[in-house]
């Protein structure tokens, strides 16, 4: 069974930055959209960013001009930088990847935590 690992969560001050990345662990062909949800407490999960096949990328309103998703096909790895971080960038991120024919796979999520 292909798992997503996540990594480069942390605790960073705010105006700080963090990348995150998301790596399958055996190849997976035929991926289709990536991205990130983040889960802050007492608030419902939501999308902060995803990219095509083709690299076209979509941002949450909250984090454009700041979040850089990004991904490598060849190491079946995405990633999004975080810059000028905030206190209310904090929460779980979670990456997923649609692949053709085997539905969403899921990363474990990864704490993101953004000290005033």
């Known amino acids: 069974q292909v798992q997503l690992v996540e990594s480069g969560g942390g605790l960073v001050q705010a105006g700080g930055s963090l990348r995150l990345s998301c790596a399958a662990s055996a190849t997976i062909f035929s991926i289709n959209d990536m991205g990130w949800y983040r889960q802050a407490p007492g608030k419902e999960r939501e999308l902060v960013a995803d990219?095509?096949?083709?690299?076209?990328?979509n941002y949450a309103d909250s984090v454009k001009g700041r979040f850089t998703i990004s991904r490598d096909n060849a190491k079946n790895t995405m990633y999004l930088q975080m810059n000028s971080l905030k206190p209310e960038d904090t929460g779980v991120y979670y990456c997923?990847?649609?692949?053709?024919?085997?539905?969403?796979?899921w990363g474990q999520g990864t704490q993101v935590t953004v000290s005033s």
């Open positions: 990219i095509s096949s083709g690299g076209n990328t």
């Open positions: 997923y990847f649609v692949v053709s024919r085997r539905g969403t796979y």
